[in-house]
């Protein structure tokens, strides 16, 4: 495969619901990134990884937990959400977290019910 | 702080017209960098192109031609003989200066949702 993708593209859990999100990339970037898209909002910066190590956290609430084991992979850990986390959730990656254009997945829709 | 601003929300042509979509940006970094995605209804930003705030060329990529325009801190972007399949969500973004604490960190627009019909 090529670029980035993202499992699963679409995603119903219930608010007592633990359940995780991931991301590959293949472009031998080393920094991911993710991001949230709600309806009528600016998409928003959840996480940076670079290298590895989280280099940022945007004010996210604890009951989202990222996890990078490697530069290729990233993952999203989810656990009682609320119905307004409900969103479409994007990766994406970048040669380093500098100003390197970010290439994107196709991100996964989250429904909290 | 960064801010970008797309103020069209939704823009509606008829195939084979010309679109000009509007970006505004403010931001106290002196160099900078400013980009625009298109994400068709399957979700994924596609990157389109990215302009470092010190080169003020214009660009021009088949049908697709951006206008940076430092002066009035804006950076839109051309359409020439629009086609359905440019059928999309359009967000111009900014990112910092190395150094800044936006540096890497993309702020995006709105977005403006462009309709093309046949």
């Known amino acids: 495969e090529t670029g980035v993708t993202q499992t699963p593209r679409h995603l119903v859990m219930g608010m007592t619901n633990k359940k995780s999100l991931k991301c590959e990339q293949h472009?031998?970037?080393?920094?991911m990134y993710w991001y949230k898209q709600s309806a009528k909002k600016p998409l928003e910066l959840m996480f940076v990884?670079?290298?590895?190590?989280?280099?940022e956290n945007n004010s996210v609430p604890s009951r989202f937990s990222p996890e990078c084991p490697n530069s290729s992979h990233l993952f999203l850990h989810l656990h009682t959400l609320q119905p307004e986390d409900s969103a479409l959730y994007l990766c994406a990656s970048s040669n380093r977290a500098s100003s390197y254009e970010q290439y994107f997945g196709p991100g996964t829709r989250l429904t909290v019910t | 702080a960064q801010k970008v601003t797309q103020a069209q929300t939704e823009i509606s042509v008829v195939e084979k017209e010309d679109v000009t979509l509007d970006c505004v940006y403010e931001?106290?970094?002196?160099?900078?960098?400013l980009f625009w995605y298109k994400q068709p209804p399957s979700g994924e930003l596609v990157f389109l192109i990215r302009?470092?705030?010190?080169?003020?060329q214009n660009e021009i990529s088949g049908r697709y031609s951006w206008n940076f325009q430092k002066s009035t801190s804006s950076f839109n972007f051309t359409i020439t003989a629009s086609q359905v399949v440019d059928s999309a969500v359009y967000f111009c973004?900014?990112?910092?200066?190395?150094?800044?604490?936006?540096?890497?960190?993309?702020?995006f627009g709105q977005g403006t949702i462009l309709t093309v019909h046949p």
């Open positions: 990884y670079n290298f590895k190590e989280q280099t």
């Open positions: 931001t106290r970094d002196t160099t900078y960098y």
């Open positions: 302009r470092n705030s010190f080169d003020e």
């Open positions: 472009l031998g970037h080393n920094a």
């Open positions: 973004a900014l990112s910092g200066s190395p150094g800044g604490t936006s540096y890497g960190k993309l702020t």
